[in-house]
């Protein structure tokens, strides 16, 4: 199968490409079915920018990722980083996010 020729080539991010690229046709063919059995409408556009979220977190890591400190700093940066992103790219808002913390009246 070609996830064994890409460990044999690539090693383990041989296997992680090959397993995001599955999981990609899996959630694509998900939508599919979706939209044609519960004949729901489905916002291509909305799908589009978490795939451009996606992508900026894994550009975001691997900027990170070239950064020479402590592994827990790095971590700590990314998540920081991804958070930041997460809230120009309007995945998160942060009334939202603060709405949360806030009492519940009754």
């Given amino acids: ?5 890409m460990i044999l080539s690539f090693g383990a991010w041989g296997a992680a490409i090959c397993t995001i690229v599955t999981q990609v046709f899996v959630a694509l ?3 599919e079915l979706v939209r044609r059995y519960f004949k729901i ?8 920018r978490i795939i451009l979220f996606g992508l900026g977190v ?3 890591n691997y900027g990170v ?3 020479e400190i ?8 990314a998540g920081i980083c991804c958070l930041i992103w997460a809230f120009l790219s309007k995945m998160l808002q942060i009334q939202r996010v603060l709405s949360m913390f806030r009492p519940i009246t009754t």
């Fill in 41 to 48: 409408e489905i916002k291509y556009w909305y799908i589009g």
């Fill in 58 to 60: 894994c550009a975001i």
């Fill in 29 to 31: 063919a998900e939508v």
């Fill in 1 to 5: 199968s070609s996830n064994y020729l």
């Fill in 70 to 77: 402590f592994w827990f700093i790095r971590f700590v940066l």
């Fill in 65 to 67: 990722e070239q950064i």
